[in-house]
């Protein structure tokens, strides 16, 4: 077996662990306490809990189109390893209603409920982030996102999942009211739930996609670049990438600094920055650095 072929079993795998503790999720957090998570599977869930209708074969009946569409007109490796979660889910959530799990499941009774929902959010969160940086997705929003980006690049895709999101947090008022009185007793706490489920999961897994080596980019226009560039190496042991430029009112020749540091060195780099005159310098945060060079030592 060559590398190549190992790497994308061990990817394989790793999403068919991932795509099982979310099904475990469902199970021991989310659909004991009675609230819609994020998404298409939100929209499941209220199914499920109103008409009985199983979350497992919702999922598939929307992802698996879903997914031949995706393979189809844009990225073939991203639709398998999506529908790879997505049969994985539903699979383990169908076989998992048949298991005893009375010991692991946490229902609230309606009495902290947060605290599920909390748990439910960050293990969702850092799921669909693990997801994403192996090239997958839980399907639903995930998957029409892509579509619609080969599509239409310009348009901003919070938008689609936060309209998505606020459709389902409205609708589980009304889903999720108590009828057993004979008349609906609406209740704002699923709303509220759905929001928190919604900001943990976002939050996390937009961290875990980011990456652990989050870093911050200044870009110096200078007349000093020589001594600037000296103290960069001497002080923060990093290096720097200079070229030439004009400027566009004065037309006038000027040196660019280009410097990606450690967030923990932005103060050093602006006191170093401060000591010289006609110098300009914006700074960007980068969210993950890619490559392997290496470092400046002295000797």
């Known amino acids: 077996m060559n590398r190549t072929a190992f790497k994308d079993i061990s990817r394989c795998l790793a999403v068919c662990v991932l795509a099982s503790l979310m099904a475990m999720n469902y199970r021991l957090f989310i659909i004991p306490n009675h609230f819609a998570p994020a998404g298409i599977n939100g929209i499941a869930t209220m199914v499920q809990y109103r008409f009985g209708f199983s979350i497992a074969y919702m999922s598939l009946l929307i992802n698996v189109p879903l997914c031949i569409i995706s393979y189809v007109s844009s990225d073939r490796r991203f639709a398998v390893m999506s529908l790879i979660f997505c049969v994985t889910y539903s699979g383990v959530f169908l076989l998992s209603g048949r298991w005893d799990l009375s010991a692991f499941v946490y229902d609230a009774h309606g009495i902290d409920t947060v605290y599920p929902c909390l748990i439910a959010g960050t293990a969702s969160g850092a799921i669909l982030g693990l997801c994403f940086r192996l090239g997958a997705s839980s399907g639903g929003t995930d998957i029409i996102s892509r579509l619609i980006n080969r599509k239409r690049p310009e348009m901003n895709f919070f938008w689609i999942s936060f309209t998505l999101n606020a459709v389902v947090a409205a609708a589980s008022f009304f889903v999720y009211a108590d009828t057993s009185s004979g008349s609906a007793v609406y209740d704002y706490k699923p709303v509220c739930l759905c929001l928190i489920y ?49 400027g566009a009112y004065s037309e006038q020749d000027r040196s660019v600094i280009l410097c990606v540091i450690n967030r923990g060195q932005i103060m050093e780099l602006k006191d170093i920055l401060s000591k010289y005159d006609r110098t300009f310098s914006y700074v960007e945060t980068v969210t993950d650095t890619i490559g392997n060079f290496k470092r400046i030592r002295h000797h």
């Open 198 to 246: 919604c900001f943990v999961s976002s939050f996390l897994a937009n961290r875990i996609m980011s990456g652990n080596r989050m870093a911050c980019q200044f870009t110096i226009i200078t007349e000093h670049p020589l001594e600037i560039e000296h103290d960069i190496i001497e002080r923060l042991h990093h290096s720097a990438t200079c070229f030439k430029a004009t």
